[in-house]
């Protein structure tokens, strides 16, 4: 089992910066695909980025702007958030699978999502 909480979520102006961080329980933090889902009202939960084993991979509308990464030692997900727009609103959930995660079907472990709102 994988326990995750997400914290760094806000209010932000369009063009401003946030960073999320994931804290997740567990001995076996660094051989987990890790990555960030977001969900905005009315939408589907959608992909933003993973990594797996030093591997990244991201979504084409966060290219350049979002950045993840992670620190094995302290069993902790980040994801730099950057040139923010309005579009970006939404639910950010971490997430943890067993293998690679490209959709939210194949994530085995959820956090509760912090909220991320850009203001225009």
């Known amino acids: 089992q994988v326990q995750l909480v997400e914290s760094g979520g806000g209010l932000v102006q369009a063009g401003g910066s946030l960073r999320l961080s994931c804290a997740a329980s567990?001995?076996?933090?660094?051989?987990?695909?890790m990555g960030w889902f977001r969900q905005a009202p009315g939408k589907e939960r959608e992909f933003v980025a993973s990594?797996?084993?030093?591997?990244?991979s991201y979504a084409d509308s966060v290219k350049g702007r979002l950045t993840i990464s992670r620190d094995n030692a302290k069993n902790t997900l980040y994801l730099q958030m950057n040139s923010l727009k309005p579009e970006d609103t939404a639910v950010y959930y971490c997430?943890?699978?067993?293998?690679?995660?490209?959709?939210?079907?194949?994530?085995?472990?959820w956090g509760q999502g912090t909220q991320v709102t850009v203001s225009s």
């Open positions: 997430a943890a699978g067993g293998g690679a995660i490209p959709r939210p079907a194949k994530v085995d472990f």
């Open positions: 567990g001995r076996t933090f660094s051989s987990y695909a």
């Open positions: 990594i797996w084993w030093g591997f990244t």
